[in-house]
T-cell receptor, first 113, second 110 residues
Framework: SQTIHQWPATLVQPVGSPLSLECTVE??????LYWYRQAAGRGLQLLFY??????ISSEVPQNLSASRPQDRQFILSSKKLLLSDSGFYLC????????????FGDGTRLSIL | GQQVMQIPQYQHVQEGEDFTTYCNSS?????IQWYKQRPGGHPVFLIQ?????EVKKQKRLTFQFGEAKKNSSLHITATQTTDVGTYFC??????????FGPGTRLSVLP
């Protein structure tokens, strides 16, 4: 069966520090991968998605970047965090066929001080 | 761009009462998905509707896709405390990523 791992679960970082969140998927090949941000009590904002290694599409302009160095690895990064980067970050995967269900990781709660 | 709206934003019900959340899209959808996010958890896929006017049931949950494929609803009969959480719809258009609605947060009072 397929599983998705996301870490860390919680992170507290000072403003201006770098960020690296990692997500890996097991049990499937060539998945679509997604990074979402969820502000407290709000909906899901799609940040990045990837349909293959090295292929990253950005949905919104921001202070973050994403990379996919391996087929089942998706990384969310920032060189300098802003206060507005606080939130709940969720990684998700789906099979490559269009309009398939997305399966989410447990998320990372990021607090910027 | 495509927008997906949900109402109500919040709903407080007494245990045993029914609950309905509505999802509306600004554009015609190819399909729609529903997710549930428990407090402190991550969204979990519930169901996908594809056909115009489609109705699907999962125990006490009834999902409906509008005839024009621009709206959908989720109805829970006789809510239980385990139904607490936020329910999201996600509208899909072929060749594009799903757009999630803002969610409806359900509280169930015992």
């Amino acid at each position: 069966s397929q599983t998705i791992h996301q870490w860390p679960a919680t992170l507290v970082q000072p403003v201006g520090s770098p960020l690296s969140l990692e997500c890996t998927v097991e049990g499937t090949s060539n998945p679509n991968l997604y990074w979402y941000r969820q502000a407290a009590g709000r909906g899901l904002q799609l940040l990045f998605y990837s349909v293959g290694i090295g292929q990253i599409s950005s949905e919104v302009p921001q202070n973050l970047s994403a990379s996919r160095p391996q087929d089942r690895q998706f990384i969310l990064s920032s060189k300098k965090l802003l206060l507005s980067d606080s939130g709940f970050y969720l990684c998700a995967w789906s099979v490559v066929t269009s309009n398939q269900p997305q399966h989410f990781g447990d998320g990372t709660r990021l607090s910027i001080l | 761009g495509q927008q997906v709206m949900q109402i109500p934003q919040y709903q407080h019900v007494q245990e045993g009462e029914d609950f309905t959340t509505y999802c509306n899209s600004s554009t015609t959808l190819s399909n729609i998905q529903w997710y549930k996010q428990r407090p402190g958890g991550h969204p979990v896929f519930l169901i996908q509707l594809v056909k115009s006017g489609e109705v699907k049931k999962q125990k006490r949950l009834t999902f409906q896709f509008g005839e024009a494929k621009k709206n959908s609803s989720l109805h829970i009969t006789a809510t239980q405390t385990t139904d607490v959480g936020t329910y999201f719809c996600a509208g899909g258009i072929y060749g594009q990523n799903f757009v999630f609605g803002p969610g409806t947060r359900l509280s169930v009072l015992p």
